[in-house]
């Protein structure tokens, strides 16, 4: 496994953008498979975004397709998610997820790595 840690989080206006980093310890950060997740205060947490170990295919939740973005920089072991147009509705804390595969999930059982989580708050 590998130690996760988000950052980027904040407080922003509606409209606005934030870009999200996971940095990830250890050597093998470039086979694994990574997702953004998120909770809003009183829900349960959801999928996100993700996007598979060589960077070649994504996949994003309704909610949030066409307006926020996930690449990644395995030189840096980094996974990013660039997030414009924000909505009061994506306030929530984020988390980012890992696991060593080929495959790619939109299930979070299915990743067993992950981060503390990072706050976003979207006023209106």
Known sequence: ???????GGGLVQAGG?????????GRTF???????FRQA???EREFVAAISWSGSSTYYSDSVK???TISRDNA???VYLQMNSL?????AVY???GRSSRLLSTTQTWYDSWGQGTQVTVSS
Request: aromatic share 10%; glycine share 8%.
């Open 87 to 91: 909505k009061p509705e994506d306030t």
């Open 95 to 97: 988390y980012c997820a």
């Open 66 to 68: 066409g307006r926020f």
């Open 17 to 25: 953008s934030l870009r999200l980093s996971c940095a990830a310890s």
């Open 30 to 36: 470039s086979a694994y498979a990574m997702g953004w």
């Open 41 to 43: 205060p009183g829900k």
């Open 76 to 78: 840096k072991n980094t």
């Open 1 to 7: 496994q590998v130690q996760l840690v988000e950052s």
